[in-house]
């Protein structure tokens, strides 16, 4: 059984459980899904998920209850993590504003509310790196990548900037895949591995 951490300090934590345990069951894995508010789950989970929400208020919750530390452990150990919008933004490494704490585990320069305000969301075919048909991207207030490490791999991008990477075992997003009934990004961050060797 696969233990899927959610960060559930904020931000959309239903639907990432369901979109990873959508994800599991079509690679023939059960998911148990923990729900993380406090510190000391982290290091029992397999992967990790860090969902959207407001970035500062996300960083400013982790260091509180110790989550941060954990997370920047899991990935050291080599643990997959998905993390979008605010999520990506939290775990880059320089989220140009100081209100937010990053991570660090994800070697990018991140802009936040880049594609504009909450009215200017929107929904877009993205074709992704890994993927045989467009991704259903849903933008909600999202953040742009500016700038990625030399190491990172850029997977998808719109209007000619990234919005989708892959930084070792990170995976990065600007849009929100948990709200779509398309599991494709879960399996690009925790599931193509074990396909692979499977």
């Known amino acids: 059984m696969l233990r899927a951490g959610v960060v559930a300090v904020q931000g959309d934590v239903s639907e990432h459980a369901a979109a990873i345990r959508r994800a599991g069951a079509a690679h023939g894995e059960e998911v148990e899904v923990v729900e993380i508010r406090q510190s000391g789950h982290v290091p029992d989970c397999d992967v990790l998920l860090l969902p959207g929400g407001e970035s500062t208020a996300i960083s400013r919750l982790l260091a509180r209850e110790g989550i941060d530390e954990e997370i920047v452990a899991h990935v050291e150990a080599e643990k997959p993590v998905l993390a979008t919008c605010a999520?990506?933004?939290v775990a880059s490494r320089d989220a140009k504003?100081?209100?937010?704490?990053?991570l660090d585990v994800l070697d990018a320069t991140v802009d936040r509310?880049?594609?504009?305000?909450q009215v200017d969301s929107f929904e877009a075919p993205l074709d992704v790196a890994g993927?045989?048909?467009?991704?259903?991207a849903v933008f909600i207030r999202a953040p742009v990548i500016d700038e990625v490490g030399d190491g990172v791999e850029v997977l998808a991008e719109w209007d000619g900037r990234p919005v989708a990477v892959r930084d070792g075992v990170v995976v990065g997003t600007s849009?929100?895949?948990e709200l779509t009934q398309d599991s494709r990004i879960h399996d690009l961050a925790f599931f193509e591995e074990r396909a692979v060797e499977a």
């Open 87 to 89: 999520g990506l933004i």
């Open 97 to 102: 504003d100081d209100r937010v704490d990053t």
């Open 113 to 117: 509310n880049a594609f504009g305000r």
């Open 131 to 136: 993927l045989d048909e467009p991704f259903p």
């Open 175 to 177: 849009f929100h895949p």
